[in-house]
């Protein structure tokens, strides 16, 4: 049972252009989200964090918006770059009731020059 | 040097043999995980640790043991490698309400 899903595998992107990666999760529990990117042959990077309490968090080019209802969280790149290509992982978890962080499958975003 | 190593990076082995995957970490923090990462799954978490002495299941533990007798070290050992252990593990840190690190990786085939 997934917990938490990125349904694109996938996604190509104009650089200068946004880039949205999309995420969904079932589990009402998690108050905690996260996002990693990855580049080959590394271990993911944390890139931006969200808590339940908000709706959108700003680092940079950066933006994580969450809609809590829709149990729905999107990851706005703006404006893309090069070195954005990679794969990026949403994640999720329960702060305050055990410690674990539960990874989608990731989408791998290509930036198209 | 500071941060969070796996050893070995790549390793070959043969189905039935016994492997031990190392991660070390020089923050002390207190939480450990072990991930596989493979084609279609993501990131799934095989054990992790709250501390020294303390481990616990995640997602897909059979067929491997962990132990965390020092804070800093959390070995992962596959007791009878099998094919379906050829994946990507990560080894991954933090404390209690920081960021989670993670090792570079070890990729493992298992023939």
């Known amino acids: 049972d997934q917990q938490v899903k990125q349904n694109s595998p996938s996604l190509s992107v104009q650089e200068g252009r946004i880039s949205i990666l999309n995420c969904d999760y079932t589990?009402?529990?998690?108050?905690?989200f996260l996002w990693y990117k990855k580049y080959p042959a590394e271990g993911p990077t944390f890139l931006i964090s969200i808590s339940s309490i908000k709706d959108k968090n700003e680092d940079g080019r950066f933006t994580v918006f969450l809609n809590k209802s829709a149990k729905h969280l999107s990851l706005h790149i703006v404006p893309s770059q090069p070195g954005d290509s990679a794969v990026y992982f949403c994640?999720?978890?329960?702060?305050?009731?055990?410690?674990?962080?539960?990874f989608g499958k990731g989408t791998r975003l290509h930036i198209l020059p | 040097d500071a941060g969070i190593t796996q050893s070995p990076r790549y390793k070959i082995t043969e189905t039935g043999r016994q492997v031990t995957l190392m991660c070390h970490q020089t923050w002390s923090h207190s939480y450990m995980f072990w991930y596989r990462q493979d084609l279609g799954h993501g990131l799934r978490l095989i054990y992790y640790s709250a501390a020294a002495d303390i481990t616990d299941k995640g997602e897909v533990p059979d067929g491997y043991v962990v132990s965390r007798s020092k804070t800093e070290n959390f070995p992962l050992t596959l007791e009878s490698a099998t094919r379906s252990q050829t994946s990507v593990y990560f080894c991954?840190?933090?404390?209690?309400?920081?960021?989670?690190?993670f090792g570079p990786g070890t990729r493992l085939l298992v023939l």
């Open positions: 991954a840190s933090r404390d209690r309400e920081e960021t989670q690190y």
């Open positions: 589990n009402s529990m998690f108050d905690y």
């Open positions: 994640a999720a978890s329960r702060r305050n009731r055990d410690d674990k962080i539960i």
